[in-house]
């Protein structure tokens, strides 16, 4: 089956052979896909140079099966220029939706979804606010969203009660106001407002244990690579 041009992002680029790359590729409709490209002959150089993170391609690629095989590609429009902590969040996200966005399953959602939160990282915005959204709003895709509206008794979060999660539960209203997750807090979760402390702080902790699972016990490479960088 071939395919039209599609525009599509980079997320992990290795080599396969002296004349070809194996790419990992975040494809706008489609979801991520697994492709080999050639880069080799007099433009080597340029299409290296081409196949880099943050910059929007526009792919034409082809194949019945599970490895697929780019034809063509060319830049699409001007790269996302990140650097210092936005540079390692942009690795971040790029490792993260590698590793848990299954390969060819169409997931239609996952390319505007990064493709909106790469521009929010090059705009300044609070970097751990980016991600915690966008962890948050990828399970929800992937079919490993909370319910952060109603608790595992199906009634509305109530903002001052204080409840505890459990998983494959849901959230349980506990005694102790001095743990757990208080209901405005889930409030805030769930309408994306991570502006305090305490709710960034919580979110983190909660993004982390749902995505452990996924993630299994490889560590990512890009939280070594930030801590390092600290």
Do not use: W
Not at 41 to 50: L, N, V
Not at 79 to 93: A, E, I, R, S, V
Not at 138 to 153: H, N, P
């Amino acid at each position: 089956m071939d395919s039209d041009f599609y525009t599509a992002y980079l997320l992990h680029r290795r080599p396969y052979s002296d004349s070809q790359v194996m790419l990992d590729m975040l494809v706008e409709g489609v979801g991520q896909l697994r492709m080999l490209a050639r880069v080799s002959g007099r433009q080597a150089t340029k299409h290296k140079a081409q196949l880099q993170p943050f910059q929007s391609l526009l792919i034409h690629y082809s194949g019945n099966y599970d490895l697929k095989y780019i034809n063509k590609f060319e830049l699409h429009g001007n790269p996302l220029f990140l650097t210092g902590d936005k540079l390692y969040c942009g690795f971040y996200m790029n490792e993260l939706t590698n590793r848990i966005v299954p390969v060819n399953e169409p997931i239609e959602d996952v390319f505007q979804l990064y493709k909106t939160h790469l521009a929010h990282l090059e705009q300044g915005m609070n970097l751990q606010a980016v991600l915690r959204s966008y962890e948050f709003q990828l399970l929800e895709l992937l079919g490993y969203g909370v319910d952060f509206c109603f608790d595992a008794s199906g009634e509305p979060i109530d903002e001052k009660q204080t409840y505890c999660y459990f998983s494959e539960v849901g959230f349980l209203i506990q005694d102790d106001p001095y743990s757990g997750f208080s209901g405005a807090q889930l409030t805030a979760i769930a309408n994306h407002d991570f502006s305090q402390s305490d709710v960034l702080y919580l979110a983190k902790q909660l993004s982390r244990y749902l995505l452990k699972p996924l993630l299994g016990n490889k560590p990512l490479k890009s939280r070594e690579l930030f801590s390092a960088s600290q």
